[in-house]
């Protein structure tokens, strides 16, 4: 069999060589599929003599991004990649740094994002959101058990695989928090249209509250399809969260549960003190309503388990400098299988044949960064009529 090594060294700026070195490591790097905020995604294979994967790239040249996140963010980040280990956290392969670029290689989710699902399939039935979300909660609380904080929660940074498990993504705000001090962050980061209360007034705030926040919004999005808050006026939207000045579309009102009602309440709680729990979302009634999801399965378990044998005392053992004068290829974090494997649809109360049929999902996550940035601010509707152009 052989393999094409797709090379765009004019458009990207990288050298052939460091390509090259990719290669002899058994990467190869594909197609364009975003640009971040700090470095391009691509598609991506590992090749072996036996197999094939498919993986996605994270590329950042630490030469062009700002010093504060070069000295503070990206080593942070990569200090928690090298830990997490999630069923329903996208897995890292493995992180190379060549010279100043670092290529951090994760799982391919086939589906693509959360917020492009939607989109496109509309809002969610509860039988299928009541599944996906309590993954995302389990993955929340694994982290908040080693406490680490996400701090960038959104549709956006949430992947569908191709058997349809949700996986938390992108770490790049993430830290560690001190368990010990409940205001534990002063670093005003996360989507605006998904940021609380007290990180709009730039307070010190709870990082593990403002995820529960976030992760509100995000269930309010999966089975409403439109977001609570409009964010084009910081101050006006700040006096609605305050207020509770937020609806549910007509159209679906009447078609969501009490019990979810109650869980997005309880998690857009404006008093960070009052707030949700992971513990109490997992064992509200509206996740009870599905029996299967009451009980964690052998690999929630351990996962779970595995997060309070971490060691606190080696928190803050960071990587305290990314060394861009290195001429070689080194393995920051050496290649990993996942380790986990998810048993979704056997817990859905849903068609798996519906499930099956949805394919042409699969290449959703390669829509442009313009067109994905358009489509999310069509969910940002303030009447039932403006929103009938995305219904």
Not at 238 to 247: C, F, L, M, N, S
Request: charged residues 25%; hydrophobic residues 35%; glycine residues 2%.
């Amino acid at each position: 069999m052989v393999f094409l090594f797709y090379n765009k060294t004019l458009e990207t700026g990288y050298k052939t060589s460091t390509t090259n070195a990719l290669r002899r490591e058994g990467y190869i790097i594909l197609d364009h599929i975003s640009n971040g905020s700090y470095g391009e995604v691509r598609h991506s294979k590992y090749i072996t003599e036996n197999s094939e994967q498919d993986l996605v790239v994270k590329i950042i040249d630490t030469h062009q991004t700002s010093k504060d996140y070069v000295t503070k963010f990206l080593p942070r980040e990569l200090d928690i990649l090298r830990k997490i280990n999630h069923p329903y956290i996208i897995y890292t392969h493995s992180i190379l740094q060549r010279k100043a670029v670092l290529f951090i290689f994760m799982a391919y989710a086939g589906k693509g994002e959360l917020l492009q699902y939607v989109i496109k399939e509309g809002p969610l039935k509860e039988n299928r959101a009541r599944v996906w979300f309590r993954q995302l909660v389990l993955a929340l609380q694994y982290l908040h058990t080693m406490d680490i904080v996400h701090r960038d929660i959104k549709c956006e940074n949430i992947l569908i695989t191709n058997n349809f498990t949700m996986k938390l993504a992108d770490f790049g705000f993430s830290r560690f928090v001190n368990r010990s001090k409940r205001l534990n962050c002063n670093t005003y980061c996360c989507s605006i249209a998904y940021a609380p209360p007290e990180v709009l007034n730039t307070r010190p705030y709870d990082g593990k509250a403002s995820d529960i926040w976030s992760l509100g919004v995000v269930l309010y999005v999966m089975i409403n399809k439109k977001m609570p808050f409009n964010d084009s006026n910081v101050k006006l939207m700040y006096k609605q969260q305050v207020k509770r000045e937020w609806h549910y579309r007509s159209s679906v009102e009447q078609m969501i549960s009490q019990e979810a009602k109650t869980c997005v309440y309880n998690m857009l709680q404006p008093e960070a003190k009052k707030r949700w729990t992971t513990d109490k979302i997992l064992n509200s009634e509206w996740i009870k309503m599905n029996p299967k999801l009451i009980t964690m399965n052998e690999n929630e378990t351990l996962a779970l388990v595995e997060a309070m044998k971490i060691n606190q005392t080696k928190h803050n053992q960071h990587l305290k400098k990314i060394d861009s004068n290195n001429t070689g290829t080194q393995q920051l974090l050496n290649k990993r299988p996942p380790k986990f494997e998810s048993h979704t649809q056997s817990m859905l109360s849903v068609d798996v044949n519906e499930l099956n049929s949805e394919n042409k999902l699969s290449k959703v996550h390669s829509i442009r960064r313009s067109a994905r940035v358009l489509n999310a601010n069509k969910l940002l509707v303030d009447s039932d009529n403006s929103s009938k152009d995305i219904l």
